[in-house]
């Protein structure tokens, strides 16, 4: 099969530990963002988003962190188990004033859990 | 399955020819984008339809790229002389038109285009 992994950042974890994945974004405009899980041959699967107003979010097992004042947004993940293992894409959509939603994506960083 | 459905999953074409691929998005969705992805890459955005209407491209779309989404329905992406430079996903997403103008896009699984 395919490997999108191929010259990504790596983070290799061992099953039951948490994980931080970090991306960092360049546009102070940006006002929403989402991180997204993506498996080999698959397209990105949406995890959880946080606006602009909100500094932290959390759902089942992950939490979002945003700290605008650094563009650094991070991804938490509790108890990482070996279903978690794929590419994580951060993504954020640039406030220019229209309402076309667009994302635009980071470089992902791949998640390797080891059993 | 009600997900974002996009045919073919793969596709192998010879350089110089024409190829379209088609993407149902969920039933609901006004929203639609084309996205691609390079191997090792996140995806990057090629262009965006409210209902019928194209209302962004962006400068990856060559003059041999065409989008249409003739009913607001389903859309088709072709690529027209491919050449190998276009081998890459081609992904589809859709969202929702709501008061939040900020929503989730949700993406089908590709389509794998190989130009040889």
């Known amino acids: 099969g395919e490997s999108v992994g191929l010259h990504l950042p790596t983070l290799s974890v061992q099953e039951g530990d948490n994980s931080i994945i970090n991306c960092a974004y360049s546009?102070?405009?940006?006002?929403?963002f989402i991180w997204y899980k993506q498996e080999s041959g698959k397209g990105p699967q949406f995890i959880i988003d946080?606006?602009?107003?909100?500094d932290k979010r959390q759902g089942q097992r992950v939490t979002v962190l945003l700290n605008k004042t650094v563009k650094h947004l991070s991804l938490q993940i509790a108890a990482t188990q070996p279903g978690d293992s794929a590419v994580y894409f951060c993504a954020e959509t640039v406030n220019y004033g229209g309402a076309t939603n667009k994302l635009i994506f980071g470089t992902g960083t791949l998640l390797a859990v080891q059993p | 399955d009600t997900g974002v459905s996009q045919n073919p999953r793969h596709k192998i074409t010879k350089r110089g020819q024409n190829v379209t691929f088609r993407c149902d998005p969920i039933?609901?969705?006004?929203?639609l984008y084309w996205y691609r992805q390079t191997l090792g890459q996140g995806p990057e955005f090629l262009t965006y339809f409210q209902n019928e209407a194209q209302l962004e491209k962006s400068r990856l779309l060559s003059d041999r790229f065409s989008a249409e989404r003739p009913k607001g329905s389903f859309s088709t992406l072709e690529i027209q002389r491919t050449e190998q430079g276009d081998s890459a996903m081609y992904l589809c997403?859709?969202?929702?038109?709501?008061?939040?103008?900020?929503?989730?896009?949700?993406f089908g699984n590709g389509t794998r285009l190989t130009v040889t």
């Open positions: 039933s609901e969705h006004n929203r």
């Open positions: 997403a859709s969202s929702p038109t709501s008061r939040e103008l900020r929503s989730p896009l949700h």
């Open positions: 946080i606006r602009s107003n909100m």
């Open positions: 546009n102070s405009a940006s006002d929403y």
